[in-house]
């Protein structure tokens, strides 16, 4: 390793952290994601508000929960192969409007 033309000290500082059960660093795109087992208790819209009201609520070193958005076959390539389970919820409904998905 060289740190230019300018010889002396560096310092390099190592931080790690346990981080809980069912939650995945995606290194492409920076984020985490926590898979959290269970339906909403009311379907339709009053399910989807209630499962985005309680991501909302939900903070991960120091950020706050929200539904995962697929933006890339990237992300979903990496949702599929390492978050566990079915029916996973994402942030997308059409609540404001049947049929037109948001």
């Given at each position: 390793?060289?740190?230019?033309?300018?010889?002396?000290?560096?310092?390099?500082?190592?931080?790690?952290?346990?981080?809980?059960?069912?939650?995945?660093?995606?290194?492409?795109?920076?984020?985490?994601?926590?898979?959290?087992?269970?339906?909403?208790?009311?379907?339709?819209?009053?399910?989807?508000?209630?499962?985005?009201?309680?991501?909302?609520?939900?903070?991960?070193?120091?950020?706050?929960?929200?539904l995962v958005?697929?933006?890339?076959?990237?992300?979903?390539?990496?949702?599929?192969?390492?978050?566990?389970?079915?029916?996973?919820?994402?942030?997308?409904?059409?609540?404001?409007?049947?049929?037109?998905?948001?």
């Amino acid at each position: 390793m060289t740190t230019g033309a300018t010889s002396g000290n560096f310092t390099i500082v190592v931080t790690a952290t346990a981080n809980p059960a069912n939650t995945y660093y995606n290194p492409r795109n920076g984020h985490w994601y926590r898979y959290v087992s269970g339906k909403p208790s009311t379907s339709g819209s009053g399910g989807f508000t209630q499962v985005k009201t309680a991501a909302a609520a939900t903070t991960f070193k120091g950020k706050s929960g929200y539904l995962v958005s697929l933006t890339d076959s990237s992300e979903h390539s990496f949702v599929f192969n390492n978050v566990p389970g079915n029916d996973i919820l994402i942030g997308l409904t059409d609540e404001g409007s049947e049929g037109n998905w948001r």
